[in-house]
């Protein structure tokens, strides 16, 4: 990813008061959210805003595009992201080689880089030993819509693909899907609908009744199936 990068999509600030979601998936990963924290592709920091509990000594945020990492300058400035928060313009690249961090996180990104093995294979390098890899990412290629295509997907992910480009020098400690509920929404959107944008309303129904819904089908369906991936990986 180039460091003039420009974010197409308009996701971000529609998805921001999705907070049902966002507490639902950072449930499962909040006990790795310690140390020295880098968030890749932070964007506007809604997520940050939510993730970021003051466990981390630091919460470093690397975003490519100019204007929201200048955004996200200015709530640190303001004091609306926690003290802990750094923001750097950029990618893997523009970090020290001799950068270490305890957790590394792609949160609805990877699917936004071409290589994205050579990607996990440069963040590999810079987590400790026994530092934690999480991604979170859409799920099944199959459903691949209009909307992934709007916001500038290059694919979707299932436990295969994903396992597929892990460095040889991790060692999985999760991998389940999530949403169950919001999977079939996803599919009826690539059936049916064809949406390149959901409208406020829907994504406020999905949110407010589906993510309920859906953490009571996701553990009955032992997380075999859902709208999201979630892959967490340590350092040997």
Not at 63 to 77: F, G, S, V, Y
Not at 113 to 121: F, H, P, Q, R, T
């Amino acid at each position: 990813m180039s460091t003039d990068y420009k974010y197409q999509g308009e996701e971000l600030t529609l998805f921001e008061t999705a907070t049902n979601w966002k507490n639902y998936f950072a449930s499962h990963i909040s006990s790795y959210l310690t140390g020295k924290v880098l968030e890749v592709g932070a964007g506007i920091g809604g997520t940050t805003l939510l993730l970021n509990k003051g466990k981390a000594e630091r919460w470093l945020l690397l975003e490519p595009d100019e204007t929201m990492q200048q955004l996200l300058q200015q709530k640190i400035n303001d004091k609306l992201l926690p003290s802990n928060c750094i923001a750097v313009k950029g990618t893997l690249d523009s970090l020290g080689k001799n950068e270490r961090f305890d957790c590394i996180i792609y949160i609805d990104v990877l699917e936004h880089i071409e290589n994205d093995a050579d990607e996990l294979k440069n963040a590999t390098d810079l987590l400790a030993q026994g530092g934690y890899l999480v991604v979170l990412s859409p799920a099944f290629q199959f459903i691949f819509s209009p909307f992934d295509k709007a916001i500038g997907h290059f694919r979707r992910y299932s436990r295969k693909t994903l396992s597929a480009i892990r460095p040889a020098s991790l060692i999985r400690e999760k991998m389940i899907y999530l949403d169950s509920v919001g999977f079939f929404a996803s599919l009826l959107n690539k059936i049916l609908l064809r949406q390149s944008y959901p409208v406020k309303k829907q994504v406020q129904l999905w949110d407010k009744w589906m993510i309920p819904s859906s953490k009571i089908t996701d553990r009955i369906f032992l997380y075999s199936f859902g709208k999201s991936i979630l892959a967490v990986w340590k350092k040997k």
